[in-house]
């Protein structure tokens, strides 16, 4: 690990300032950026310690929403009782992500900014446009089994690997940041870019933006949550492929539908495609086959990981079962 | 082993144990100066603390901070980079905690902060001034072991053993967080420990006995 200065921070403003300096990270949870760190991956000069700044309540707001600040740990989220009756696909994903001890460290805000797990990005004698822009990518002509099928370009093919941030996608959250623009909202839909040819560049935030809470909509009680993940090992695993599920079955027909994919994407990965394919049908198992179907009709494959896409077709089928099965 | 199969039955008073042999192993290192070789009654007492030299250079960009570590205070100058691991073990001398991974993966540098159980070694130290944290060394002592340390001892949850400080931190934490009853349950959130000797029967065994008489 490289030397760095660290400063402990005691309000927002202060972390704000000091993020405007390209050499400084802030650190909260630390689970994704000291370990890239002791890889060399990531070399701050300064490290922010932003844990005693506040933003760690959960509150419902006057207008049905439910507020989340950026430094609630992700085993709080997960536990806590309004998150698990009202917006249990949430729960469901943080819990299925990473082992108990991480969920006590990893923060709301450092989960929505987690890495990709790509070897190649973690690795800094291989070539990576994410890591070292212009460098190539490794993962491409490499060992690609867990890497993305969709939103890919010739550039990157690197996975979102947060079960959190599919769950939000699927929850519309909204995203609160603060900096040198003043205060902003940011819808999830909008957070994340695709890779393109600046795969190094991930998210609309700018330099010296904190965030600082994620805010969902207000409850949809006869909604049914699902969260399924499919991995090589039964818990403490990446996903090979999730799928999150909000949906509302009125008279045997969906009246309300999300789709959020996990493991596949460059990104959490909203499925706009397998929604229009349900939205108003029955629900049964030829409408779950046809919207997988059109869920992955863009999917482009790597030379290892083509087995993903009908993985990911009976996710999204199995999940959209388990969604469907009391109505 | 005997031809039975079973190990000798250990006699009280005239065992000997691994420490005790290497002590007059080490004694016997020195005996043309005529020091007594010196046998251990049982129980073996605690070891002592492991202690360091101190360091003869300065180290460079040194912060001080002060850890409460199984509420003991202590004020330690260390580099920014040292992890709460490496600052447990090097600085403090509680080596009970293990370094494993390194990254966040293996579990063995499990402690408790305030409650609840983190991976040390993924924290830096300089972020833990004031924390409340505890250690292996804090559950019990070799007199007074902590009831989970009792049931790894009667169910022989581990091997080598090199997991196990993480393994017990990790199952004394669960105790209080929400956990459903069946095994599954209990492999769900112990599934951040990994035990190269593959010990996790027992290691269930052991916390599920703990749970049911707590």
Redesign the interface.
Known sequence: MEPFSYIRATAASQATQAAMDHDVRLIAGGTTLLDLMKLDVERPGTLVDINRIGLDGIEKMPNGTLRIGALVRNSALAHHPVVQSDYSVLSQALLAGASAQLRNMATTGGNLLQRTRCMYFRNTAMACNKRAPGSGCSAIEGDNRSLAILGTSKDCIATNPSDMNVALTALEAVITVEGSKGKRDISIADFYLLPGNTPHIETVLARGDLITYVTLPPPRPKAQHVYLKLRDRASYEFALSSAAIVAEVLDGKFSFIRVALGGVGTRPWRSHEAESALLHRSAEPESFRRASVDALREARPQSENAFKIELTKRCIAHALTLATRNA | MTANGNFPKKESGSRVTRRSFLSQIGAAGMVATAAPLIVRAEPAAAPPPVTFPATTEPI??A?SVTLVVNGKSSKVSI???T?LLDALRESIGLTGTKKGC???QC?AC?VHVNG????SC???A??H?GDEITTIEGLGDAANLHPMQAAFLEHDGYQCGYCTSGQIM?AV??LK??CGPGDGDV???????ICRCGAYPNIVAAIQQVRHRA
């Open positions: 460079e960009n912060m580099d920014p980079r992890t390194d990254h966040g579990g499990t609840q159980r983190i991976n993924l924290t830096l300089i972020m001034e990790s934490a669960l967080e929400p492999k769900e959130l112990m599934s951040g420990n």
